[in-house]
């Protein structure tokens, strides 16, 4: 894949936390990208914290002003889907829902060009089933990142049994523009980053309603026993527990056995509403309390 086509445009759907995420990392690497959302507030509130984000890392002399200044106008809005028959990438943030996942996709494949890559950033749903929706199947492909977008290195390329060598070789190449590592995973329930993850997250979960330790103390122990930046409860609020929730209860219908059946705590904090950092509240306060 060359550079200039990398260049050319980039549309994101969903202005979320993921999408919004996406959008500024390819303005900051240099790329023109159309952030679309059906919803006007959160095209602003997203504008908006995309701003505040970069302010910040002039702040922390991660980018220069002028940089950011022109990362922030590589970004256009939109409420419809018109951008996307110019688009060389379509990469698809929207809600974790299949159907509207293949809805959208269905609608991608007819408006955008027909060599355009459509990637989808579902962290759990089949690829080949939302390929599935469109007539061009072989340009379809996972490109899973990680929250928050600007900070996590990861991208994983998910690849369903249609998939063309160009759309891998395109999408691997992207990630790298994008300044991320990509890795290589077969599409499965999952993946290998959301099923790994899960995992120890349940666990964690399982631990603390078992009263092996608090929550922080599980963290620490994998912290500072086993190297990880972040323990896994803390790292679960920060996802979203009701996307948590929403994931292991999708591994465990399709995967079966107990392994990813959600935990009753979890259940029960995405019932009160305390979905993690975006809450206020999940297995800590946010923004946390000072000691």
Request: hydrophobic share 45%; aromatic share 4%.
């Amino acid at each position: 894949m060359s550079q200039d086509v990398a260049l050319e445009r980039l549309v994101v759907v969903g202005a979320g936390t993921m999408g919004r995420g996406i959008a500024q990392a390819a303005a900051v690497a240099g790329i023109p990208t159309s952030l679309v959302d059906l919803s006007d507030h959160t095209l602003a509130d997203a504008l908006a914290h995309i701003e505040r984000t970069l302010a910040g890392a002039v702040a922390r002399s991660k980018l220069t002003a002028e940089a950011a200044r022109e990362a922030h106008a590589r970004i256009d809005a939109a409420t419809h889907l018109a951008d996307a028959s110019r688009a060389t990438v379509v990469i698809e943030a929207i809600v974790e829902n299949l159907d509207a996942k293949r809805d959208l996709f269905s609608r991608l494949d007819a408006v955008s060009p027909p060599e355009a890559l459509l990637a989808t950033n579902t962290s759990s749903l089949s690829i080949a089933a939302i390929a599935a929706a469109t007539r061009s199947s072989h340009r379809v492909i996972g490109m899973h990142f990680f929250n928050p977008v600007h900070i996590m290195k990861l991208v994983e390329v998910v690849t369903h049994p249609a998939t063309g060598q160009d759309a891998i070789d395109r999408t691997t190449a992207l990630a790298r523009r994008l300044g991320k590592q990509p890795i290589v995973v077969r599409d499965s329930p999952g993946f290998a980053s959301s099923r790994l993850g899960l995992t120890l997250g349940l666990e964690a979960m399982r631990m603390l309603e078992e009263g092996v330790a608090t929550a922080e103390d599980i963290d620490t122990a994998m912290e500072l026993g086993y190297g990880h930046p972040m323990g896994p409860l803390r790292v679960s609020d920060i996802v979203g527990l009701d996307v948590r929730l929403n994931i292991a209860s999708y591994l465990h219908r399709t995967l079966g056995g107990t392994r990813f059946e959600p935990p009753t705590v979890l259940k029960k904090k995405v019932a009160a509403g305390e979905l993690g950092k975006k809450s206020g509240r999940g297995f800590y306060e946010w923004p946390p309390t000072s000691s």
